[in-house]
C-alpha cells in the first residue's frame, strides 16, 4: 500500500515532464500528416485534445488569462447549430452536421492545456512549419510527376485540392509572420523563408483559386498590423504588394497550364451562368452562385434560425425538383461557409459563426499585442491570430471549411496561438517554458526561463 501511495506522486511528476513534449510532438505530427495522410487529420487532433484533457487534471490553472471569452465563442459557434435542431425534418443528416459543428468543442482542451504546458506549443508551431510544408510540397510533387496536364494536388474525397491548398497556404502565411515579427538568426531565417516558398508552391500545385485569394488579402496585414511604419511608407509598402501579386499572377498564368487555365475560365463561367441557358451551372463557378442563391431563397422562409442543419440538403434539392435552380443535385455543403449558415442556422446563426470565430479571438489577440508590446513571441501570436482568421474569413467565401475536415486544420493552430497570446496577458507566470537546443529565440527577460522539467505555479 505504501509502495502504491508513493508510485502515485511519481507517475504524475512524470507525466508532467513528458505530456508537453508529447504534446508538441503530436503538434508537430499533425501539421505534416493531417493534410497528407488520410485520416490523420481527424485522429491527431483527438490524441492532442485527450492529451490536453490530461494535462488539465496535471497542471495548475493560470489566472486572469480571460480565456473563457475565446471559450464563449467557440460555444456560441455550437449553438447557432443548436438553436436550428427544432426546425429540423432529417434528422440523420443533422447529426452528420452537427458533428462538424461540435468539432470546436474538444479542442478547448488543447486551448487550455497549451496555456499550462511547460513546453510552449507556440514555438512548436513554428518549429513544424518547415517539415510540415516539405511534406506537402513532396506530396504534391510526387501526385503530379507524370500526371496529366492540368491535374490537382490533393487526397481527393479525403482532402481535395481545395482544402490542401487552404492549409499549405495558411502555413506559408504563419512563416510569414514568423518572417515579420521574430527576431531570428541566419538558420531560422533560412528555415522560415523555405518554409514559406514550400507552402506556396504546394498551395500553387492545389490549383485553389479561392485560397489563393485568402493568401493575397491576409498579406497586406503583415505590414498594416505588424511593425510600425509611417503613412507613406505604409502605402508605398501595399503598393509594392499589390504590384508584385498582379506580376506574380501574370507570370504564374504565363508559365503553369493548370492555372492559365483556372484564370481563364473565371469570366467564362461567370458569363455562362448569367446567360438564360439550362446548363448555365454547370461550371464550379456556376454550381457556387446557384447554390448561394438556393440558400437564400431557404433562408427568406426561416430567417431568424433558419432551415434546420438537417433540412438544407433537402431544401436545395425541392427547389432544383421544381426547376427553381439550374442543378442536376443537391449537395450536402454549400460551397460558401456564410451561405451554409445562413440558410442552415438563419441570421442569428450566420452571427453566432461569425462572432465565435472570428470577433472574440480578433479582440482576444489584440488585447494581448497590447498587453506584452515588447515581448517578440506575443507580437507573433497576436498578429497570426489576424493573419490566421482574416486569411480563413475569405476563404469561407468559396468554401464551407467550417463544416468539413477542413475545420480541424483552422482550429488547432488557432488554440495554440491564442494559448500564445494568454501567456502575453498573464505575463511571467505562464513562462514560455525552456528553449529547445539552438533555439533562436530565447525568452525576453520579462519571461525568465524555469529550470527544465519544472512548471510554474499559478
Not at 33 to 44: D, F, R
Not at 186 to 212: D, E, F, H, K, Q
Request: charged share 10%.
Amino acid at each position: 500500500m505504501n509502495a502504491l501511495t508513493a508510485a502515485v506522486p511519481l507517475f504524475a511528476d512524470r507525466t508532467r515532464t513528458v505530456l508537453p513534449w508529447l504534446f508538441a510532438a503530436l503538434l508537430v505530427a499533425f501539421l505534416a500528416l493531417g493534410p497528407t495522410v488520410p485520416g490523420a487529420v481527424t485522429q491527431i487532433p483527438a490524441a492532442l485534445a485527450l492529451a490536453g484533457a490530461i494535462g488539465l487534471l496535471l497542471f495548475p490553472r493560470p489566472s486572469g488569462t480571460g480565456l473563457s471569452v475565446v471559450a464563449l465563442g467557440m460555444l456560441l459557434f455550437v449553438l447557432g447549430a443548436v438553436l436550428s435542431l427544432p426546425g429540423n425534418d432529417n434528422w440523420d443528416f443533422a447529426q452528420w452536421r452537427f458533428e462538424k459543428y461540435f468539432l470546436a468543442v474538444p479542442c478547448l482542451a488543447i486551448l487550455f492545456f497549451a496555456v499550462r504546458a511547460s513546453v510552449p506549443s507556440e514555438r512548436a508551431l513554428v518549429w513544424g512549419l518547415l517539415p510540415a510544408t516539405l511534406t506537402m510540397a513532396g506530396v504534391a510533387a510526387w501526385q503530379l510527376a507524370g500526371a496529366p496536364e492540368g491535374t490537382r494536388a490533393g487526397l481527393g474525397e479525403d482532402f481535395n485540392p481545395n482544402r490542401f491548398g487552404a492549409v499549405a497556404y495558411s502555413y506559408a502565411l504563419l512563416a510569414l509572420v514568423a518572417l515579420r515579427t521574430l527576431p531570428q538568426g541566419p538558420a531560422a531565417r533560412l528555415a522560415l523563408t523555405g518554409a514559406a516558398l514550400a507552402g506556396i508552391a504546394a498551395g500553387l500545385a492545389s490549383g485553389s483559386r479561392g485560397a489563393l485569394l485568402g493568401l493575397i488579402a491576409a498579406v497586406p496585414l503583415l505590414w498594416i498590423g505588424g511593425r510600425p511604419a509611417g503613412r507613406l511608407r505604409l502605402l508605398g509598402t501595399l503598393a509594392a504588394l499589390a504590384l508584385g501579386c498582379a506580376l506574380g499572377i501574370a507570370a504564374l498564368v504565363q508559365l503553369s497550364p493548370l492555372w492559365a487555365a483556372q484564370f481563364s475560365r473565371i469570366p467564362v463561367e461567370i458569363a455562362l451562368w448569367w446567360s438564360p441557358s439550362p446548363h448555365g451551372a454547370a461550371t464550379s463557378i456556376g454550381i457556387r452562385l446557384e447554390l448561394w442563391r438556393g440558400a437564400f431563397e431557404v433562408w427568406q422562409a426561416s430567417p431568424l434560425f433558419g432551415t434546420g442543419i438537417g433540412d438544407l440538403q433537402d431544401d436545395i434539392a425541392l427547389l432544383i425538383d421544381s426547376g427553381a435552380l439550374r442543378l442536376e443535385k443537391s449537395f450536402a455543403r454549400l460551397h460558401g461557409m456564410y451561405f451554409d449558415a445562413l440558410g442552415g442556422t438563419g441570421a442569428v446563426g450566420l452571427a453566432m459563426l461569425v462572432t465565435g470565430l472570428f470577433v472574440l479571438p480578433w479582440r482576444y489577440a489584440t488585447a494581448a499585442a497590447q498587453k506584452a508590446a515588447s515581448d517578440p513571441w506575443a507580437r507573433f501570436c497576436s498578429l497570426a491570430v489576424k493573419a490566421w482568421i482574416l486569411y480563413y474569413a475569405v476563404c469561407g467565401l468559396t468554401s464551407s471549411w467550417a463544416f468539413n475536415r477542413g475545420g480541424l486544420p483552422f482550429f488547432v493552430p488557432l488554440m495554440v496561438l491564442l494559448a500564445g497570446c494568454a501567456r502575453a496577458i498573464v505575463g511571467p507566470q505562464a513562462s514560455r517554458g525552456p528553449a529547445a537546443p539552438g533555439d533562436a529565440w530565447a525568452a525576453t527577460p520579462s519571461a525568465p526561463l524555469p529550470p527544465p522539467g519544472s512548471v510554474t505555479p499559478p
